[in-house]
């Protein structure tokens, strides 16, 4: 496979104006994107272009545009729009771009100027200012119809991201009384001590108002945790339980149980055996667990930290659509939140990150390959351990779960220790 030199596992990464999240890629992205999807016949080709709320947005959207409308392809701006919400409404208005990043990369060093619409072939721009009430629908078409929010009180963290207006729409209309937090955007506040990534705003807000859940999406919508009525954390292999449970009592469930990532806990694993379903395990990245899901016919799936992938409604982590389903579970249920947020108990689980210089090879040296043979032997069958490079930085990631506690945390030093000296 050809080396990748802007697309990493998810999309193109960086800190914005810093190389390579700059409008002078972001412009020969899109040249280089619309002269492929050209190159396939004469037709008009249309690419749609959602953002979140931070202020790059603001530089890195009108480059695209002015690289895509150059090479002659048209032009659909939603603003700010969950992640999800982009892919629902690419489907749905037959747009063409899509994950060939591969050959996009081949054509961005290359003269793009060839490329160039003529004059009157020019694309054409315009903003769809429907496609937030567009999603709307779609996410509250995927409630039980039969089922209300009413009389519920939910307090829903936006992160003062993308669904900082979608998200407290969907659960008003569908009845709920509405607590908003981070839902006041100004441009460099996305995440800040708020969201799924740091849910204390949300549980806080859940017990000062009260409220009967609370729900944490992230900047982009696409990953979700939740916390019960006591302000008690609820992470993704809970919620995949509360899914699979329901979904498999109702035979909703397809493929035979779950796609999860190596990193999801062993009591998830544990809960799915119980009832004779499986959990598939894949590498991390909701890539990873999109893509088995297709192969194996698995219609739930997801990730610990709250990518939860639904494909009977979605092509992606969908933040919402995964809370409205924990919200059909509670209603229908009669019980609070807190009887239904433990599924299982968690086996206790450790991780140490080791960082090394980039020259260094840990995990081929023998004395690290001793130290994780041993600390897989220890375990036994009560546990696993896993140990892998970061694939984003130089980074050992070292893991073990287990029913003894101590035992779990000796063997993640003892590994750690190892890699330590292996770096050195």
């Known amino acids: 496979m050809s080396k990748r030199a802007y697309f990493g596992t998810d999309g193109i990464r960086g800190q914005a104006n810093r190389y390579p999240i700059t409008a002078e890629v972001a412009l020969r992205v899109g040249m280089a994107a619309g002269k492929l999807f050209r190159s396939g016949g004469d037709r008009r080709h249309l690419v749609v272009i959602g953002k979140d709320t931070r ?28 992640t999800p919400g982009v892919a629902m409404m690419t489907r749905s208005m037959r747009a063409d771009l899509d994950e060939m990043e591969l050959a996009i990369e081949a054509h961005m060093d290359e003269g793009l100027q060839e490329g160039l619409a003529d004059p009157p072939d020019l694309g054409r721009v315009a903003r769809m200012d429907e496609s937030q009430a567009r999603y709307v629908e779609i996410v509250k078409a995927t409630f039980p119809r039969r089922l209300s929010l009413n009389g519920l009180r939910v ?27 981070g839902v006041s955007p100004n441009g460099r506040n996305i995440n800040d001590e708020c969201g799924s990534t740091q849910p204390r705003a949300m549980a806080q807000a859940v017990r000062e108002y009260r409220a009967d859940i609370g729900i944490a999406l992230d900047g982009d919508a696409d990953r979700l945790v939740i916390c019960d009525e006591k302000g008690q954390v609820v992470d993704g292999d809970q919620i995949m339980a509360i899914i699979a449970g329901s979904w498999a009592a109702s035979d909703r469930l397809t493929g035979g ?19 004779g379903l499986i959990l598939e395990r894949t590498p991390v990245g909701d890539r990873a667990v999109m893509m088995r899901m297709r192969e194996g016919g698995f219609n739930l799936g997801g990730e610990q930290s ?59 040296n023998a004395q690290v390959q001793a130290a994780i043979a041993e600390g897989e032997a220890r375990l036994n069958s009560g ?42």
């Open 55 to 82: 202020l790059s947005g603001y530089m890195l959207e009108p480059a695209l545009v002015a690289g895509f409308t150059s090479v002659g392809m048209d032009v659909r701006l939603f603003g700010p729009l969950p």
């Open 306 to 364: 709250g990518h939860v992938i639904l494909s009977d409604f979605s092509t992606t982590g969908d933040g919402m659509i995964a809370a409205l389903q924990v919200l059909s579970v509670l209603v229908r249920s009669d019980q609070p939140m807190s009887a239904l947020a433990r599924q299982f108990e968690p086996v206790p689980q450790k991780l140490e990150n080791v960082r090394f210089t980039g020259a260094a090879k840990p995990l081929e």
């Open 155 to 181: 307090v829903i963290d936006c992160a003062h991201g993308a669904a900082y207006k979608v998200a407290p729409t969907v659960l008003y209309e569908l009845g709920a009384e509405v607590k908003e937090v």
């Open 257 to 275: 149980g779950v796609v999860a990532t190596v990193m999801s806990n062993l009591g998830l694993e544990r809960f799915m055996a119980e009832r």
């Open 383 to 424: 546990g696993r351990v896993l140990v892998r490079a970061s694939g984003t930085e130089p980074l050992i990631r070292v893991m073990a779960e287990g029913d003894d506690a101590k035992l779990v945390a000796q063997v993640v030093r003892d590994i750690a220790g190892a890699v330590k000296q292996a770096a050195a």
